[in-house]
């Protein structure tokens, strides 16, 4: 969708798991690019494959029994699907550095702070111990944890959940990441404290021409901080383009229910629209397009075809039958509409 040079290129991701009670489709054609600079959010409800696409870029889908079956992850023009665990090994942390969702389980709770940053930092940069530990410092102040002299040499259980994901994002930054995927950053946080950190991760970006991956279920983090928008289900895009054009002109069904679903400050009492249902189970999606189950447009047509996204505009793909310029229009747009229109 982009003409600039990309940093990161996903083509046609698929990544599955194959379990005793089927095979879970948990990334099923996933395409999109980040460019030197900008911020891609990714957003959709839990199950999506937010996570699992991420994990995907940076080869560490647990093999059993997950295995990417398909697709290419070009990275400055290399594909990291062909690079060997010992060539993965130099690129995470240093290239391209990931803050995980869960700061607990990331971090060693036998280990202090300053220990694991410093093992990142000496891994991937020709310092010596004193000069870690140096910008280690920096680094836990540069993100906001306070006495960061003598919270250095804590350990995680230590720290409230909001600062162990400082932690992680302090570690994240420590080598001067090309790239950065963020899993959720902001969710252990108060309003106050996410603040801070999206401008740390936008003054971070500017310094170093970073490219970020946002993966978020906020959609005020993705108005934030985030250039373009692709929101996700059931392991597939159901719309990809820049997020003004989102949030102005939103077409996938999805897409409007999710925005519907947010509380709006308005001096007018209006119940919040929900999303009806609940996401497909992945090993066995059902016949067509895996939303029209909940779709309140859904068609004849949705139920026996599974459409594919094409653009709809410059910039703007679409999952979506009624948004497909590829059919005969007319007959798209007056088919027969089996779901209701009003909410």
Known sequence: MQNNPSLLEVRNLHTHFFTKTGVVKA????????????????????????????????????SPPGKIVDGNVLFKGDDLLKK?????????GKEIAMVFQDPMTSLNPVLSVEKQMVETILTHENLTKKQASDRALDLLKLVGIPDAQNRLRNYPHEFSGGMRQRVMIAIALSCNPSLLIADEPTTALDVTIQAQILALFKNMQKELNMGVIMITHDLGVVAEVCDRVMVMYAGKPAEYTETKRLFDHGKHPYTLGLMHSIPKITKEKKKLEAITGMPPDL???PNGC?????????????LQADPTLKNVAEDHAVRCFLHDRSNNEEETFNATIIGSEQS
């Open 27 to 62: 990334v099923d054609g996933v395409n999109f690019s980040v460019n030197p600079g900008e911020t891609l959010g990714i957003v959709g409800e839990s199950g999506s494959g937010k996570s699992i696409t991420a994990l995907s870029i940076l080869g560490l889908i647990p």
């Open 84 to 92: 060997s665990p010992k060539e993965m090994r130099a690129i995470r």
């Open 283 to 285: 090993r066995s999606l």
């Open 290 to 302: 895996s939303f029209a189950p909940r779709c309140k447009y859904v068609m004849e047509g949705c």
